[in-house]
């Protein structure tokens, strides 16, 4: 992987120690920025920036736990909204001990807007060090599709009926009528128009297919076509 450091490219396949020109606050760490020091995301390793010298130098870990291993809970699941959401992190703990946010760790990477699989990470501070990532997910949002009327009464032979539809979701619509012999349906637009063929009785049923943003969802519309008068 090759990453930019102090606007010099830096190749991580080799050993380097020093990162020049950078001061605390301006340095591109992937927004792991924690005081004086940052976390390699990749290999979790630790460096600080000596003021005197102008140089970033590995910081010593070894009087520090490290977060390998941590146990990390998450708060509430999160349901696509239209905004972005975060997720909270409720507890982290390392064998019996549970570390207190933003004395122990840091929570990075944790917001988020449209459905899919995010990796949040754990960022140690004070007495811990390294980098652990979490996975969270957005939940696609609940979709819906609704028919009004849903209850249709016709005559053989005589004119169509027709059901609004409501729709809460981005996928296709389609119907389908459970005999066509005794009706057919069709969509126009949001307007489900059925045809009555002969007498019986059919249900239609309303199909929203899952989308990118929400789950799909059925509705039906129950249908009687009464035999034509005598003339």
């Known amino acids: 992987m090759i990453r930019v450091y102090a606007s010099q490219w830096h190749d991580e396949a080799k050993l380097f120690a020093r990162y020049r020109g950078l ?3 301006t340095k591109p760490t992937d927004g792991l920025i924690t005081g004086s020091e940052f976390f390699e995301v990749d ?3 630790s460096y600080y920036f000596d ?3 102008g140089e970033w130098f590995p910081a010593s870990n070894a009087s520090k736990t490290p977060l390998t291993g941590a146990t990390v809970t998450l708060g509430s699941s999160l349901t696509y909204n239209g905004s972005e959401q ?3 992190v409720s ?3 390392i064998g019996s001990t549970t570390l207190t946010a933003d004395t122990d760790y840091t929570v990075q990477d944790n917001k988020a807007t449209l459905p899919g699989t995010y990796t949040l990470l754990i960022v140690g501070k004070g007495d811990y ?3 652990l990532p979490k996975e969270f997910t957005v939940a696609k949002g609940s979709g819906s599709v609704v028919a009004d009327p849903d209850t249709l009464t016709l005559t053989e032979g005589g004119e169509d009926g027709e059901s609004a539809l409501t729709v809460t979701g981005d996928g296709a619509v389609s119907v389908a009528s459970s005999d066509s012999t005794v009706a057919t349906a069709e969509l126009d637009g949001t307007t489900v128009i059925v045809t009555p063929v002969a007498e019986g009785s059919a249900t239609v049923t309303i199909t929203l297919a899952d989308g990118d943003l929400y789950e799909g ?3 039906t519309i ?7 008068p005598d003339p």
């Open 23 to 25: 001061s605390s606050d």
């Open 43 to 45: 290999t979790g390793a």
């Open 51 to 53: 003021e005197l010298s």
């Open 86 to 88: 975060t997720q909270t």
């Open 91 to 93: 507890t982290v703990k």
């Open 129 to 131: 060090a390294g980098v």
């Open 217 to 219: 969802g059925t509705d």
């Open 222 to 228: 129950s249908v009687t076509v009464e035999a034509a």
